[in-house]
């Protein structure tokens, strides 16, 4: 395995744990206020916000793929996938969902999926 990936937790069960955690931290934040924790704070400034924070997110790995480390490439997808979860969330995007489209597109070529969605 690589060194990467030393973790002995499954990266899938990882994924849902990250997810039940947000939506845990966003239901808490609806009852005792935006100082309950940072998806709490991110949930009450509204899905604008939450949408920007990706962009940003995604704008960041995209520096660190072309100028940083493999190590700043990790952090900035971390927090990117963290921040597309509490996007997906408060859009009640599930998890299960993307897997599910994913797998539905498994084995299909790029280019003809893409050519699918544009027809």
């Known amino acids: 395995m690589p060194a990467a990936m030393s973790s002995s937790t499954d990266p899938t069960t990882l994924l849902f744990r990250l997810e039940a955690t947000i939506a845990a931290r966003r239901a808490a934040g609806s009852a005792t ?3 309950a924790s940072y ?3 991110l ?3 509204g899905r604008g916000k939450m949408a920007q924070k990706v ?3 995604a704008t960041e790995v995209v520096i660190a793929a072309l100028t940083g480390s493999p190590e ?3 952090g900035e ?3 990117l996938l963290f921040h ?3 996007l997906m969330g408060d859009c009640g995007v599930s998890l299960a969902q993307v897997t599910a489209e994913l797998e539905r597109r498994e084995g299909t070529s790029g280019i003809v999926e893409k050519a ?3 027809s």
């Open 39 to 41: 998806v709490a704070r």
């Open 84 to 86: 597309l979860f509490v």
């Open 43 to 45: 949930h009450a400034k």
């Open 55 to 57: 962009g940003e997110e």
């Open 33 to 35: 206020g935006p100082d």
């Open 72 to 74: 700043a490439l990790v």
């Open 77 to 79: 997808a971390a927090d």
């Open 116 to 118: 699918s969605r544009s």
